[in-house]
């Protein structure tokens, strides 16, 4: 069974940083093929993608998280990051890693068996 933790969240002014971590407790390995990726859902949206990065180095990122998130993997440590710049109050969200099945549509990372639990990142004005 797949587990994943999703850490490092909390609150912050608009134009802070978060660093995002997910730890994958059982079931797979970062550095194995396929891709894992990060999501967030804000409250009354849509779950959406963040970032999404394969064993292979492909990386990409939502538009706007361009230029100010970075998504990364340590392979000795299983596991995942974010790192999140100049971040906006509406990026107030639930954010979620996931992993395991993971295929890439296009430019995201989709169809990925299992989600932690998230993490809230809260952005005040």
């Known amino acids: 069974e797949v587990q994943l933790e999703e850490s490092g969240g909390g609150s912050v002014q608009a134009g802070g940083s978060l660093r995002l971590a997910c730890t994958v407790v059982s079931g797979y390995r970062v550095g194995n093929g396929g891709c894992v990726a990060w999501f967030r859902q804000a409250p009354g949206k849509d779950r959406e993608s963040v970032a999404s990065?394969?064993?292979?180095?492909?990386?990409t990122y939502a538009d706007f998280g361009e230029g100010r998130f970075t998504i990364s993997k340590d392979n000795d440590k299983n596991a995942l990051y974010l790192q999140m710049n100049s971040l906006k109050p509406e990026e107030t969200a639930v954010y979620y890693c996931a992993a395991d099945r993971g295929i890439w549509v296009g430019y995201v990372c989709k169809a990925l068996d299992t989600y932690g639990q998230g993490t809230m990142v809260n952005v005040s004005s």
């Open positions: 990065l394969d064993s292979d180095g492909r990386i």
